[in-house]
């Protein structure tokens, strides 16, 4: 192990590459509460940080889908080491990037700032789920639209919802300009174009709207570029994984791809719990399932991690993908549930460091898995990989990929 200083921030790696000042390791242990770990990954298909939470954390040479397997790795490294990597005080900064300096630091424990793109039916379900639970966790939500008379209408009604006698509790809602859009801690993007109309004949909608939807989002990306954003650029419109990418590409360098996360699992993970709670031949899904891949006809449902069926997996997926045309049959938009399953839901837990489904940069690829944003970063779950189950998320990934190359 090598050691740095840097400021009033300590380093270490696993190979002396740097020329920084040196630190020795009782200063180290001695004196810091985080220690940030420097590695080298490019910046093609890696992201600037995230946690190590796992020894096998600090042997990553570069981002792939093996970061979601648990590998049984005991490395011959300082007992102090391991006790920072168990209470999740190591961050990994990529020093590939050119401004990684400004990475030396972790997030605060405050509440947050929270910006609404958009309030038509999926933006204003959204905004009705972060108002009544994100009392622990929500300073403020500012709301922006087109319209200033959706605008005003959603700031009396989420201003008249509050708690018999606490009334501050709930967090206040207000309109802001455009131009104050990236002024906060996570902007929540849920403009859309194209939805097509309840009962076309179309298996996969979110795929219709990209072109769109993408033209839309680069706009916002390039201002939060300019903006110099530091927080959260949350994409709730489909589809969102290729949006995400949309944002990187768009930003130029100027957003970390871990900036950037997509809320569409989530209702895929709740809606494959209905069919699990509606046919007990999916119920271990309740205890041990896991969702993975896109918000689409790419998804990867398993119906356990612990006792893996690849053909009870791929009936549930079937059922969990189509889910959404049966709402349309009904006559409706299948909205809600996205919006707070995948929105709501979600961003709360993001918010709170809690576990929860969204999209990620892996390897070059917005892929969602389950996992939790830390103060030194984000976790990703590992699990002990069924091998059928790594061949479906791979064969996800490669489609992802290719289809995001076809994209741009």
Known sequence: ????????????????????????????????????????????????????????????????????????INLDIPKDIKILIKEKKIKAVNTEFDDFEKSFFVGEKRKKRINILALGDVGSTLLIGL????????????????????????????????????????????????????????????????????????????????????????????????????????????????LCNSVLMASKGKLAPEQIKGYGLGVMNARAAYYARSNNKYSQYLLEGRAYGPHGNELVIADSITNYNDIISKELTKLTVEANLKVRKTGFKPFVAPALSSGAISIISTLEGKWHYSSNYIGGVYMGSKNRNLPIGLEIEKINMPEELYNRIEKTYNSQLKMQNNCY
């Open 1 to 72: 192990m090598f050691y740095y200083k840097y400021k009033d921030k300590y380093l270490l790696s696993l190979k002396d590459k740097y020329s920084m000042e040196k630190a020795n390791e009782s200063e180290v242990f001695s004196n810091c509460n985080e220690i940030y770990f420097l590695t080298k990954l490019g910046k093609n298909k890696s992201k600037r940080t995230f946690a190590v939470t796992h020894e096998s954390d600090l042997l990553i040479d570069e981002e792939n889908l093996e970061v979601l397997k648990l590998k049984d």
């Open 131 to 242: 108002k009544l639970l994100g009392g622990n966790c929500i300073e403020s939500i500012g709301i922006f639209d087109r319209s200033s008379d959706k605008i005003k209408r959603w700031e009396y009604e989420m201003n008249q919802t509050c708690l018999p006698i606490d009334y501050e509790v709930l967090p206040l809602v207000h309109g802001i300009k455009k131009d104050e859009l990236f002024d906060c801690d996570m902007f929540v993007f849920c403009a859309s174009k194209g939805v097509p109309p309840v009962g076309s004949e179309i298996s996969d909608v979110r795929m219709v709207q990209f072109e769109e939807n993408s033209k839309l989002i680069k706009e916002y990306a390039v201002m939060a570029a300019e903006s110099n954003f530091k927080g959260i650029f949350s994409v709730v419109s489909d589809p969102v994984d290729l």
